[in-house]
């Protein structure tokens, strides 16, 4: 099975939803701490200024997603699952997920990071599916909004 869509433009994006559904069969988890794990990913807690929320980052082949250790533990797991998805879906790149700065910047990697967040936290916490349907129905949903929403929505289980 191909893991892009074509648009009518030629464009190829990915097709997340079933990249994150392979992910969670694969290694019979939707927890992104296990599949960090499993992965070969480790998730290191740091103090970091308060304008970093995250980073992923890989060192000599090795993996880590660096987590601010000040935020409330339900906003450290929504940043392990936007980073995460930079880890899968944009695997040489270098990203961190702030309140300002470059997660605001409407960027098709940051676009993509959040909508594989988004059906990560969808398959362990109720979300409202329509809302989901909504952002991503939305070509680029503002990234403010994005965050915003999974920062309602998801709440310890």
Not at 39 to 61: D, N, Q, T
Not at 132 to 146: G, N
Request: charged share 25%; aromatic share 8%.
């Amino acid at each position: 099975m191909s893991f892009f869509v074509e648009l009518t433009f030629g464009v190829e994006i990915m097709n997340i939803k079933q990249r994150v559904a392979n992910l969670v069969k694969k290694y019979d988890s939707c927890d992104p701490y296990i599949l960090t794990r499993d992965l070969g990913i480790k998730v290191i807690p740091l103090e970091l200024p308060e304008s970093i929320r995250g980073f992923y980052v890989r060192i000599l082949r090795r993996k880590f997603i660096a987590v601010n250790a000040a935020l409330p533990e339900i906003s450290q797991k929504v940043v392990v699952c936007h980073e995460l998805g930079h880890a899968r879906l944009h695997p040489g790149y270098g990203y961190y997920y702030t309140l300002a700065g470059t997660h605001f910047i409407s960027c098709r990697r940051e676009t993509e990071a959040n909508e594989f967040a988004l059906h990560l936290l969808s398959r362990s916490h109720d979300i409202d599916l329509d809302l989901v349907q909504k952002l991503l129905r939305d070509k680029r949903p503002d990234p403010r909004e994005v965050h915003q929403i999974l920062s309602s929505v998801v709440s310890p289980n």
